[in-house]
């Protein structure tokens, strides 16, 4: 049984409404100063971008004055985002690494990712 374009596009709609979070979606990049120093900074590639984080195995540990949380986690976002191992994705106040893109997950319409969590 083939769907439809309406009935994909129904189908993608519901399946954005899974995602409850909104990340930020930064890249790695290099610009020099006026001095010739090359400064290391990141660019956002993707704002606002529907988002799951999954944890997939991930702990507090105690530091001096806070607890940090420490871990990896599988992120979902929809297929069509720019994201790339090495970007940064932020949500709120937590950032993570990916490390490893995954397939595409259900029907086409979302990407799992794999990441570490920086902060």
Known sequence: ????????????????????????????????????????????????????????????DPAREQMKLRGDVTLVLPRDVDVRVGDIVALGSRRYRVVEMSELGTVGFLRRVAAEVIR
């Open 1 to 60: 049984m083939m769907l439809s374009a309406q009935e994909l596009q129904l189908i993608a709609r519901d399946l954005l409404r899974l995602l409850p979070e909104r990340a930020t979606v930064e890249r790695a990049s290099e610009a020099t100063d006026r001095y010739g120093v090359v400064q290391h900074t990141y660019t956002t590639v993707a704002n606002d971008v529907p988002c799951r984080v999954a944890p997939v195995e991930t702990r507090y």
